[in-house]
């Protein structure tokens, strides 16, 4: 059995992440999904939960940090060409995303 991996990320409007990740391409999980919560599919073994402050903080006693001010976190998703880094990207930046550098091919990756 593959081992799953649930990346858990604090939101401040789960209906407006989800329509984000959504207009990427991604799927909802409807069983992991409700008012203060979302489960979006990204692959077969990675799943992106989403949740409110308040749902998020019942996991941590820990701040949860203000991705405004700080970085908390980096995701990374692989893509089949650079014309598909491209188009994700595209994507990103039409659902409200922002660009912080251009995108680069390490040719190990």
Known sequence: MATSIFVNLPVKDVKNS??????????LNPQFTGETAASIVISDTIYLMLGTQATFKELTPKEIADP???????I???????????????????????QTHEPEDHGFM
């Open 68 to 74: 405004t001010k700080v970085c908390h976190t980096m």
């Open 76 to 98: 990374s998703l692989s893509c089949q060409s650079r014309s598909a880094v491209e188009a994700l990207m595209a994507k990103a930046i039409a659902a409200g995303g922002s």
């Open 18 to 27: 989800m329509r984000f990740y959504e207009s990427l391409g991604y799927k």
